[in-house]
């Protein structure tokens, strides 16, 4: 085995509700998002800041890296979503390279970095990937109340 695995091929509900969107040109624009996403997320009843399985923190984390990930290995811009669907929250970030796929690299070192899709896959409910005419979307889903 090489050590390296892909993530099934699957895309969000097609009832899924935006709820934002941003998009990204480089990492220097990560701090913002992570500013913004915070907003959004604790302006929602739905969240409280005391929220014993730290959703927020992790929703906020699987952006950063899913979105570092379509910046350093994608075509630009990178355009992130927050989307609404039967009690989840869904993250949803796409670049515009159609030709790789993503990659989980459960094998590599530790010092070469790649563990993005891992942390993903870790922190979340579920992770997938589907393409569009022009753009590659890797998704992660969290529940709303923990």
Known sequence: MSGVDRIRVSSPSPDARALRQWTL????ELRELRASLHRELTSDPAF???DPDDVIDRIILVATELATN??????????????????????????????TMPELASGRPLDEGGRGLLLARSFSLDVGWYATPDA?????SFPLNG
């Open 25 to 28: 040109t480089s990492t220097t």
């Open 48 to 50: 409280t800041p005391d």
């Open 70 to 99: 379509a910046i350093r290995h994608g075509l630009p811009p990178t355009e992130i979503r927050l989307l609404y669907d039967a009690g989840r929250l869904i993250l949803d970030v796409a670049d515009h390279d159609l030709t």
């Open 136 to 140: 590659k979307h890797i998704w992660a």
